[in-house]
């Protein structure tokens, strides 16, 4: 990208911010060296300080030795975690709120989906979702509404740590999913790597050696079809992690009413076990009111997904109606007993 001139007063306007930022105690600024050939070179490095990453910008002019100021350690991603053994808890997020998003993050959860396949909103929806989450360090997963070159395209691009593609029912699908994820000669990913938020709009330029090493690639298999060539699925190069989905598949099965079947249950049972005897993909799956987050993670289960966004809400507001109405009888059995004992004790 072609660099910008600054004019002297820019440049006296900013040596002035980054003036008082150095010299004010637990400043949230910024350093970085600025040249100028009407003053003096700087004698030693400073030190940009971004989320992901620091960036050592050596002084103009000078054969100084130099001291960068140490960066905070980025927190361990996604996929380290997975690699460490780790059982992750998340959430699904349909709503596209930024506030129950970084609500999300703040109380804990490990991972967010921002669900693009059942939720209302789209990429320009998802992309503030991302901003709150990377604000509290939480590991966001986008999950597209079907395995598309271009849709995967899209939502890589704004840089999540992990992509779900819905519907996969077998190798075949499971191979082109991944070629969506990477760029060619081995796959058929649109290259715009210099100026998307994936790459820090270009400012990581390690992006490119990377990106495969930190991406999850997490594959849905929610049919009966699927279930039945689960093993090649997850054995194919570059699936990282098998989605369990139970409501899907008890619909393919003829159980939509019925997700704890007898049946279902037994054909997610043999389905988590031949993943997890190939042993190339991880397991994440959905907590149902007959299957807790607790048997998930003995079975196996490295992603437990617990709740969703509206669901959490629905459930607490129901509640809420529900309790006040209730005191509303209480409070009414409660003055009719009242009533009552007046009238009887000024008999």
């Known amino acids: 990208m072609a660099s910008s001139s600054l004019s002297s007063s820019s440049l006296s306007t900013l040596r002035k911010s980054l003036t008082i930022a150095n ?6 600024f910024p350093s970085i060296s600025l040249p100028n050939s009407q003053h003096k070179p700087l004698s030693q490095t400073l030190t940009l300080t971004t989320n992901r990453k620091h960036l050592t910008l050596p002084p103009p002019h000078s054969s100084t030795t130099s001291t960068a100021v140490p960066a905070i350690s980025p927190p361990r991603s996604l996929k380290s975690r997975l690699k460490n053994g780790d059982t992750l808890y998340g959430i699904f997020l349909l709503t596209f709120s930024p506030t129950l998003a970084e609500i ?25 979702c991302l901003h709150a989450l990377a604000a509290t360090n ?22 999540p740590q992990g992509i779900m593609f819905p519907m996969i029912d077998g190798p075949k699908s499971a191979r082109k999913a991944v070629s969506y994820c990477r760029f060619p000669p081995s796959g058929v ?10 790459s820090d709009y270009g400012i990581d330029e390690g992006y490119l050696s990377n990106f495969e090493e930190e991406l999850v690639v997490m594959c849905q298999v929610e049919s009966e079809e699927g279930v039945k060539k689960i093993d090649e699925i997850a054995a194919v190069e570059g699936v990282d992690c098998v989605q369990m989905g139970p409501l899907d598949l008890s619909a393919s099965m003829g159980y939509l009413w019925d997700p704890g079947h007898k049946k279902v249950k037994e054909a997610l049972r043999g389905a988590e076990k031949a993943v997890l005897k190939g042993g190339a993909a991880y397991l994440s799956g959905f907590v149902m009111p007959h299957d807790p987050a607790t048997k998930l993670r003995r079975r196996g289960y490295h992603m437990v997904s617990g709740a969703a966004d509206v669901g959490l809400f629905r459930s607490a507001a129901v509640e809420d109606v529900r309790r006040f109405k209730t005191s509303l009888v209480d409070d009414s059995d409660k003055e009719s007993v009242a009533v009552a004992e007046e009238k009887y004790w000024s008999e």
Not at 104 to 123: K, S
Not at 189 to 198: D, E, L, N, P, Y
């Open 23 to 28: 010299s004010t105690p637990n400043s949230n």
């Open 189 to 198: 990913r649109g290259s715009a790597h210099t100026i998307v938020r994936a």
């Open 104 to 128: 999300a993050g703040l109380a804990g959860y490990d991972f967010a989906v921002v669900d693009m396949e059942h939720g209302h909103g789209g990429i320009s929806d998802a992309l503030p």
């Open 138 to 159: 939480t590991a966001a997963v986008l999950r597209i509404p079907e395995s598309s070159a271009a849709w995967a395209k899209k939502a890589l691009d704004l840089g």
